[in-house]
Structures are given as structure tokens and as C-alpha cells.
């Protein structure tokens, strides 16, 4: 029998029979391989494990501690519970199952208009394991398109995608179903089977760790026009471990929901009366935002930028010119017809700084020029994605504009990002990922030169920083390159809040012109620089990294002073005026309620200290202090020790 070489990851090779799969492979390496393997990657293609190997291949066996394995576990279950919903309810019509962070999801039709709440999933759950308990393998087969619109003839979600495909209207989801002239299906047994590209884990008996999470509802292919389907919501793991961590993470977001908690500590609040995607900040809340705002304008003053403010709205030229009305069109309000021209709410502030800029001759004497504005824009969200403060309507930016010249853009990128990154340790965030997102390769605007030197800034800039950092190949603005900053929060959950944004097109847009050394007008670059994102999206991101707590320099009260009883409160409101005139935020509980339940407000409140005050403190000048999180109270505190202590919490932002 004649024999095939394949090669290993580590440059080793090893001798198989002909025919032999990456199955075979695994097992030839050893049985522990075998049994962990889910699929393979052949010469960059992954695939199932009983695909045949060819003489010269470069194959990679895949594991569930590889983010590829992870991501064909929950491939797998998303197929798994389809399964077991068709035997749970027979003639349901299946859309997509895709895999997606964390999890996966299935979107269905029920017969007879039947739905499902959460209180089915226990019921989906346990055919899902009956089902894993079956062990039954995923048998892959490729089809005509002809024939698959036979076999799928009864579901028309299917039926739907494989005429797409025959038209050339395939979308990126439809890619997970179908690809190319042939179909490919899996069968789990002789009743269920899913159209689907795979690969898929050799067998059911892989797909242990799991969980349904939720019931939602889904218009097919996101059209409100379009039927309403069901979506199941799962999470799935290689191992119990990571489960139960990332239930965990979960039970930890819902107690941290800013929904929730922006109520109940009475700083925002979202009446029916506005509509969605519009919120009002109460006294508490707005006391924060003024904080977070002061110093963001503090910092900004200090770094070189000029401030800046513009209307709410503009005529169509500004935005036909800036090309929003061409790319941007859905994402803004409705237009107004006013005194014989058209106006629109604006969705974003850069052409008003462009208009700052065109206002004058500039000379290279001028660059850079940086441009800092709050400015509130107004952008049309569906009402099923707008979130809370994570995505509104109506938001207030941090946005920056710089205009410079070709020559200084590295300089100005690593200064810009040096400015982004302390800014955002102010608020408590340490853990840094970046993505750099470079030139498309099908459509851009500018010269290969610019591109290339602009990306080497934003990679300079990342690596000066000591930035872990990914590549995102062709993922830029067809107008320029990027970097996006996330940050991990308390839970370890990833935020995207900064981005800074190389624009070559709209100093072309606009004719923006500089004077340059030689006399020669010259065109500038425009960088974008979004820091926080929205004040209304970062103070979301605060409330759920801190659950709430505040650090000292940002709650809206830093100290609360409990008198004893009556006989007390001279004291207390003397000492509140001499730390009020200290620049310290701080309230006074009178008596009026008995100590402990006051004291347990407090807590509730999450006010950083509480101070409370008796027959003691009032002779000694002291105070009895409880910090946050912390079980024991300290007696006897000079008042001048406490604020010194909270005058160097504020100065450090601890």
C-alpha cells in the first residue's frame, strides 16, 4: 500500500497510508490526541476529521483550547439544539444558527404559531443532552443546488438562501449555509439534518458544556418587513471550568446592568415619555457627568486644544459635501424643510470642525491644529438595538479633530495616543487591547505613500506604548487607517471605547489647503479622535466596571455625615461646611430616621465614607468612620486626618 507525507505545525512530518484521515492522523500521534481532536486545518482550510488527507499537506489538529475548536463547539451546538427543537416540536422551520462570542444562537419558526418563553429552554436543554448522550456523529454531504432546493423544499428560510446563492445575492451569513455551486449538508441522524459549510466536531458526545441562555424574538434578515422568528440564545465551552467562569461573568454583568443600577442610585433615567434611545440624567448622575467632563476639558486644555462649539443641526450641503447623506443616509433623522432649505439633526461633528478650519487661510505655521468639542449628535438607532447609555439616539461626544501635515503624523499619533491612554487609567482602566485597522484593498481613496506612511504612524504609536495589538488586514475606512482601544473591565469583559481615525478624504471633500514652507498649497490630513466614544457610552461602561462604586474623586457624594441623634447635628452640619468649603461633596443624614438604618442607606447608596458622629467625636473633633468595603470601623479619626485622606484619594483618583 503506498503511503502520503503530511507535516506537522512544528515542521515534523509523518508517514500515513493513503486514504488516511486527520482522524488518522490524531490516533497515529496518539490516543489522547484522538480523543481531544475536533477538526483539523489542511493546508488553511479547516475541516471535518474523517476528510482524507493528500500527499504533501500541512495539517494542524485542532483541540477545544484552540479559539477555532471553541468556536466549532458552539457551531455544533447551535445545530444540536435544532435538533432537539424539531423533535420537541415537529414542522419548526429553521433560518440561521450561527456561532458567535461566546455562545451561539438559532433563529426558527414554530408551526401553528406556537412560542417559546425561558421557561421552555430546561425542556430544549434536556433533549440536548439526551441527544449528546446519543453520541451520534456528524455525517457531512455535498449536493447540487438543484437538489438541495429539492430536499429542503419544506423549509423556505433554506430555500431562500440557496436562491440567493443561484442569483448571486449571498450575504456574509449566508455564507455559514452555503458556499459555492455545491451544498453541503450534516445529518445528526435519520431524521435531522442542516444545510451547512461545517466543519463540525466528529460526533454529539463532544457537546457537553453548555447552556440556553434566553428567548428573544428576530425579524428574518433584520427586516421589520420580513416575519418575526424566535431566537435561542446558548453559550458553549470545551470544558465545565470555562462554563461555569463565563456563568459566572454573567451573573456578575446582570448584578453590574447601568440600567439598572443608573435607576436605583437615582442617576439616570429612561421615561416612556421620550422615546427609545433617550434618557434623562438626574441630579446625581449629571453631578458625575460635570466631573467626568471637567476633567476631560482640564486635560484637553493642557494637551494643545482649542474648544470648540456648533450647532445641533445644518443644512443638506454640509452634509451632501461631507458624503454623509450618500453613506450615512439611514443612521440620521428625518430632514426639516425651513425657509425654503432642507436642515438635518447632525449624526456627527466633523464637518462643522472642518468649517472651523476653512474659515481662514492656514499656513503650515498653523499645524497642527487641534480641535476639541462636547458636541451632541443625533443618530436614528432601531428601537430593538438601542441599550441603555450603551446605544442611544442622542449622544455627546468627546470629539477631537486634528489637522496637520503629512510630515507630522507619526509624532501627532503616538502624542495622541499617549494622551488616550492616561486619560482612560484617570478613570480606572489598565488593561489596553488595540486593533490596527489597515488600507482596503478593493476600495480606498489616496495614494499608496500616505497610506503607508500614515499606517507606520499608527503602528509606531502602538508599539511606543508597549500596546498588545492585533492586525485587522483591509479593515480601515476606505478614507484612511485606524486604531481602536478597548479596555477589560473589573469582569474581565472588553469594551471599544477610543479610536483614532486617519481621514484623507474629507480635506479633499471640503478643499481644506495649507500654506506649506515653499509657498505651495498644500492639502492637510484630518485625524479623528473619539476618546470615550460618548460621555453617555463611557459613563455606562464606568457604572458597570465599578457596580456602582465610585471611586472618591467621581461619587456624586464622598461623605456622608450621621449624627447620633438630635443633640449631634450642630456638629455634623459644621463639619459638612468646613469639608464642603474644602471642595469635598458631602450630605448630612439628620437624625430623623434610628442610626443603623442610615447607616445601611449609606452602604446602599455606595457612598465611599460614611462618618458618624456622637457624643465623643462632638468633644474631640473626631469622627467614626466607615470606608466601603470595609467591615471594621475606625474610631476616633481626627477630622484633619479624614480629609486629608480624602483630598489624596481625589488628587490620585484612587
Request: aromatic letters at 8%; hydrophobic letters at 40%.
Amino acid at each position: 500500500m503506498s503511503a502520503i507525507t503530511v507535516t506537522l505545525p512544528d515542521g515534523s512530518s509523518r508517514e500515513l497510508a493513503e486514504g488516511a484521515t486527520a482522524a488518522d492522523l490524531a490516533a497515529d500521534i496518539g490516543p489522547g490526541l484522538l480523543k481531544a481532536a475536533l477538526i483539523a486545518v489542511v493546508d488553511g482550510q479547516e475541516v471535518d476529521l474523517d476528510v482524507p488527507l493528500t500527499n504533501g499537506a500541512e495539517v494542524a489538529l485542532v483541540t477545544g483550547k484552540d479559539e477555532a475548536g471553541v468556536h466549532t463547539i458552539r457551531h455544533s451546538t447551535a445545530h444540536l439544539m435544532a435538533q432537539a427543537i424539531l423533535d420537541l416540536h415537529p414542522g419548526a422551520r429553521f433560518a440561521i444558527g450561527p456561532p458567535i462570542e461566546h455562545g451561539f444562537y438559532y433563529d426558527f419558526d414554530l408551526p401553528d404559531g406556537k412560542t417559546l418563553s425561558n421557561d421552555d429552554l430546561d425542556a430544549i436543554e434536556n433533549r440536548m443532552r439526551e441527544l449528546v448522550d446519543a453520541d451520534q456523529p456528524f455525517d457531512r454531504h455535498e449536493i447540487s443546488l438543484d437538489e438541495a432546493v429539492e430536499l429542503f423544499k419544506d423549509e423556505p428560510y433554506k430555500l431562500e438562501i440557496i436562491e440567493n446563492v443561484r442569483s448571486g445575492a449571498n450575504s456574509s451569513e449566508d455564507a455559514g449555509e452555503v458556499n459555492g455551486e455545491m451544498v453541503s449538508y450534516y445529518k445528526n441522524s435519520d431524521t435531522f439534518l442542516d444545510m451547512c459549510t461545517g466543519p463540525h466536531v466528529p460526533s454529539t458526545g463532544k457537546l457537553e458544556h453548555f447552556k440556553l441562555m434566553k428567548v428573544a424574538g428576530a425579524y428574518w434578515r433584520g427586516d421589520e418587513r420580513r416575519p418575526m422568528l424566535q431566537r435561542i440564545y446558548g453559550t458553549a465551552w470545551s470544558n465545565k471550568k470555562d462554563l461555569k467562569a463565563h456563568l459566572h461573568r454573567l451573573e456578575e454583568a446582570e448584578k453590574r446592568d447601568h440600567r439598572r443600577l443608573a435607576q436605583e442610585l437615582d442617576l439616570v433615567s429612561w421615561p416612556d415619555e421620550l422615546g427609545p434611545g433617550l434618557s434623562v440624567w438626574h441630579p446625581k448622575g449629571a453631578r458625575i457627568r460635570k466631573l467626568m467632563e471637567d476633567y476631560s476639558r482640564t486635560r484637553h486644555e493642557t494637551g494643545g486644544y482649542d474648544f470648540a462649539f456648533s450647532p445641533h443641526i445644518a443644512k443638506s450641503v454640509l452634509w451632501e459635501t461631507s458624503g454623509h447623506l450618500d453613506f450615512y443616509a439611514d443612521g440620521m433623522y428625518p430632514p426639516m424643510e425651513m425657509d425654503g432649505a432642507t436642515y438635518y439633526p447632525k449624526p456627527m461633528n466633523c464637518p462643522f470642525h472642518v468649517m472651523i478650519y476653512k474659515s481662514d487661510q492656514r499656513s503650515y505655521r498653523d499645524l497642527p491644529m487641534r480641535i476639541f468639542e462636547l458636541g451632541t449628535v443625533y443618530r436614528y438607532e432601531l428601537s430593538g438595538a438601542v441599550h441603555g447609555l450603551m446605544r442611544s439616539r442622542g449622544f455627546t461626544q468627546d470629539d477631537s479633530h486634528i489637522f496637520c501635515t503629512r510630515e507630522m503624523i507619526e509624532e501627532e499619533l503616538a502624542s495622541l495616543l499617549e494622551f488616550v491612554l492616561s486619560v482612560l487609567r484617570a478613570f480606572g482602566f489598565n488593561d489596553f487591547q488595540a486593533k490596527l485597522s489597515t488600507r482596503p484593498l478593493e476600495k480606498s481613496v489616496g495614494d499608496d505613500e500616505i497610506w503607508d506612511s500614515a499606517t507606520a504612524g499608527l503602528r509606531a504609536a502602538l508599539e511606543s506604548q508597549g500596546l498588545d495589538y492585533i492586525v485587522d488586514e483591509g479593515g480601515g475606512a476606505f478614507y484612511g487607517p485606524k486604531i481602536d482601544v478597548d479596555v477589560r473591565d473589573a469582569i474581565g469583559r472588553s469594551w471599544q471605547l477610543s479610536t483614532i481615525q486617519l481621514d484623507f478624504t474629507l480635506p479633499e471633500r471640503f478643499g481644506l489647503e495649507y500654506v506649506a514652507a515653499d509657498g505651495e498649497r498644500k492639502q492637510p490630513v484630518m485625524i479623528h479622535r473619539a476618546l470615550m466614544g460618548s460621555i453617555e457610552r463611557f459613563f455606562g461602561v464606568l457604572i458597570e466596571h465599578y457596580a456602582g462604586n465610585f471611586p472618591a474623586w467621581l461619587a456624586p457624594v464622598q461623605a456622608r455625615i450621621l449624627p447620633v441623634a438630635e443633640v449631634h447635628e450642630d456638629y455634623a452640619y459644621e463639619l459638612a461646611t468646613r469639608l464642603e468649603g474644602e471642595g469635598f461633596r458631602v450630605q448630612v443624614d439628620a437624625a430623623t430616621d434610628p442610626l443603623g438604618k442610615r447607616v445601611r442607606t449609606a452602604k446602599v447608596d455606595k457612598t465611599p465614607y460614611v462618618l458618624v458622629v456622637g457624643d465623643d467625636d462632638v468633644a474631640a473633633n473626631t469622627v467614626g468612620l466607615n470606608i466601603r468595603g470595609v467591615k471594621d470601623v475606625e474610631r476616633d479619626v481626627p477630622v484633619d486626618d479624614f480629609a486629608a485622606r480624602l483630598a489624596d484619594d481625589v488628587e490620585h483618583k484612587r
